[in-house]
């Protein structure tokens, strides 16, 4: 579906720079997005890289065990039917924490790895289960305790208060996290009574 979209979309701009005159400028912006595309695939590998070993480097120390019963409480309300144990749990366990410190680049490998986990523990292949969909929301919402690559850009942006945003960042994620998880409970408690009606 994805591919169709972009397809889509590139197919669009062709024929809008045709048809106004600005074939040129499709044409320079084509070149340039590919040199960018490398350039964002090369740095993306290295942090991907670089957080997988951390996260290796995490499951060997013991580091996950601690985070997995750090986060135990929360993880059993949201992830329900999942060993506190499990390989998934230590992996979202990560993802919370990198989440929690505003590390954007290292919350990317680590939120990979648990979707790959939980995938790996889900009873309908192909389809999505409820604690990849919970794990989803957590991680798009992720509640903020330092928006550390926030503050980074503000400061890089020339502001003097780069950690004023706190208050903001602090409501914002908390109710986008209730609102998401609240919303992907009700959804599916309305997809299982419609499998049991129909």
């Given at each position: 579906?994805?591919?169709?979209?972009?397809?889509?979309?590139?197919?669009?701009?062709?024929?809008?720079?045709?048809?106004?005159?600005?074939?040129?400028?499709?044409?320079?912006?084509?070149?340039?997005?590919?040199?960018?595309?490398?350039?964002?695939?090369?740095?993306?590998?290295?942090?991907?890289?670089?957080?997988?070993?951390?996260?290796?480097?995490?499951?060997?120390?013991?580091?996950?065990?601690?985070?997995?019963?750090?986060?135990?409480?929360?993880?059993?309300?949201?992830?329900?039917?999942?060993?506190?144990?499990?390989?998934?749990?230590?992996?979202?366990?990560?993802?919370?924490?990198a989440n929690l410190?505003?590390?954007?680049?290292?919350?990317?490998?680590?939120?990979?790895?648990?979707?790959?986990e939980l995938a790996?523990?889900?009873?309908?292949?192909?389809?999505?289960?409820?604690?990849?969909?919970?794990?989803?929301?957590?991680?798009?919402?992720?509640?903020?305790?330092?928006?550390?690559?926030?503050?980074?850009?503000?400061?890089?942006?020339?502001?003097?208060?780069?950690?004023?945003?706190?208050?903001?960042?602090?409501?914002?994620?908390?109710?986008?996290?209730?609102?998401?998880?609240?919303?992907?409970?009700?959804?599916?408690?309305?997809?299982?009574?419609?499998?049991?009606?129909?």
């Amino acid at each position: 579906m994805m591919s169709g979209i972009i397809g889509g979309m590139i197919l669009l701009s062709i024929i809008t720079g045709a048809v106004g005159g600005n074939m040129a400028a499709v044409s320079t912006a084509a070149m340039n997005g590919c040199g960018q595309a490398v350039e964002l695939a090369l740095s993306l590998a290295g942090t991907i890289c670089l957080w997988s070993g951390v996260m290796g480097i995490a499951e060997k120390s013991g580091l996950t065990d601690v985070l997995s019963r750090m986060f135990r409480p929360v993880n059993r309300f949201l992830f329900r039917g999942l060993s506190p144990d499990s390989p998934a749990i230590k992996a979202v366990s990560m993802n919370m924490a990198a989440n929690l410190l505003g590390l954007g680049n290292a919350a990317t490998p680590l939120g990979l790895a648990a979707m790959k986990e939980l995938a790996r523990e889900n009873p309908e292949p192909g389809t999505a289960s409820q604690a990849m969909v919970t794990f989803v929301v957590l991680n798009t919402a992720s509640l903020q305790i330092l928006p550390t690559t926030n503050a980074y850009l503000r400061l890089a942006a020339g502001s003097k208060e780069p950690m004023e945003i706190l208050p903001a960042v602090w409501l914002a994620s908390t109710v986008s996290i209730c609102v998401g998880v609240f919303m992907s409970r009700a959804l599916r408690g309305r997809k299982q009574r419609r499998e049991l009606g129909g």
